[in-house]
Each structure stands twice: as structure tokens, then as C-alpha cells.
């Protein structure tokens, strides 16, 4: 275990398609994910006519069924009722070449980027 945090994963799947015929996102689930550890990693602010901030987290888990399938279109839902979007995974193995955790990229804009719940 690395963590005592549980969260919740919201996979993405494609939807209908929209007016230029690309496919829609939904979110299905949601799917537990026991063990993780949630770390605050940076904040960007963009000054512009616009003001927004993107926090960026790491998701440290371990390699379980639900774990290993996160994909960077997914969203992660803290114990907090907090919605991330999921930039980027990384499987690590371990010295078998068996995963060993899995870290998931996490941001949280405000602003203009908020994700859809």
C-alpha cells in the first residue's frame, strides 16, 4: 500500500459525435482506487486578459486493476468531491520488471479550463 487515500476514477469513453464529427467524451463509473497518496506538485498562474491558475497534483497508487487502466482522457475524484484531470501516467516497474506503482499526472485548472464534471 502506498497510500491510506481512496479515490474515485472516472474512465472517459466516446460519445456522440458533435457538429464536425469528432466524438464526444463521457465518464462512466465511478471506480475505487485503494492506496493512494495525493501530492500537490505546482501551480501556474497565466496573466493575461484573462486570469487562470492550473494546479498540478501526483496520484501515487498501486498497481491494481484500476490503477493500471487510467488513461489521460480519465478523471480522478478526491475523497473531497474534487474533480482532476488526468494529463499523464507512468508505470514504473519494479527490479522482477513487474509494475511497481502507478504515478498519474493530475491538473485542476480554475479559470476559463475547468473540467466537466
Request: aromatic letters at 6%.
Amino acid at each position: 500500500m502506498i497510500g491510506t487515500q481512496t479515490v474515485q476514477v472516472l474512465p472517459s469513453q466516446s460519445g456522440t459525435l458533435d457538429r464536425k464529427s469528432i466524438p464526444t467524451l463521457t465518464y462512466g463509473g465511478p471506480l475505487d482506487w485503494h492506496g493512494c497518496s495525493l501530492q500537490p506538485v505546482d501551480v501556474k498562474e497565466d496573466v493575461s486578459n484573462i486570469d487562470y491558475l492550473i494546479n498540478k497534483y501526483q496520484l501515487f497508487g498501486p498497481p491494481t486493476q484500476v490503477g493500471l487502466a487510467v488513461k489521460t482522457t480519465d478523471h480522478i475524484v478526491d475523497a473531497n468531491s474534487k474533480t482532476y484531470r488526468v494529463i499523464g501516467t507512468k508505470i514504473p516497474p519494479n527490479a522482477k520488471g513487474m509494475p511497481d506503482h502507478v504515478e498519474v499526472l493530475l491538473e485542476d485548472p480554475s479559470g476559463l479550463n475547468e473540467p466537466a464534471a
